[in-house]
């Protein structure tokens, strides 16, 4: 069965930090690139990061650049997404995604590229 799930959010004071995990199963992570989106209340789905096959990192929002990192371990078949300095418009539902891709070397964050999703993570921020 092919599942994709987040973990790891949570409730978190401004400033703080959170990693989130995206775990694969039911097919092969390492054929995959995987993205990072969020959806805040009444907001649009947007593209947050992704990770090529190859590692290679993609930033859609300027304003996490510095502050989230996205990682994978193809062993684990899960993927990271470490969240620091986490500000006020960070809060959302953040969701995991898999591409199942032939390029190595790039990833997208058109959501509609996407293979698999999760059914996402609370992240709030609130002191």
């Known amino acids: 069965q092919v599942q994709v799930v987040e973990s790891g959010g949570g409730l978190v004071q401004p400033g703080g930090s959170l990693r989130l995990s995206c775990t694969a199963s039911?097919?092969?992570?390492?054929?995959?690139?995987v993205g990072w989106f969020r959806q805040a209340v009444g907001k649009v789905r947007e593209g947050v990061v992704c990770?090529?096959?190859?590692?290679?990192?993609?930033y859609d929002l300027d304003s996490v650049k510095g502050r989230f990192t996205i990682s994978r371990d193809n062993a684990k078949s899960t993927v990271y997404l470490q969240m620091n300095s986490l500000r006020p418009e960070d809060p959302a539902h953040y969701y995991c995604?898999?591409?199942?891709?032939?390029?190595?070397?790039?990833?997208?964050?058109?959501?509609?590229?996407?293979?698999?999703w999760g059914p996402g993570t609370q992240v709030t921020v609130s002191s």
């Open positions: 995604a898999a591409e199942k891709t032939p390029v190595q070397a790039m990833c997208t964050l058109n959501r509609y590229m996407y293979d698999y």
């Open positions: 990770i090529s096959r190859s590692d290679n990192i993609t």
């Open positions: 039911g097919f092969t992570l390492d054929d995959y690139a």
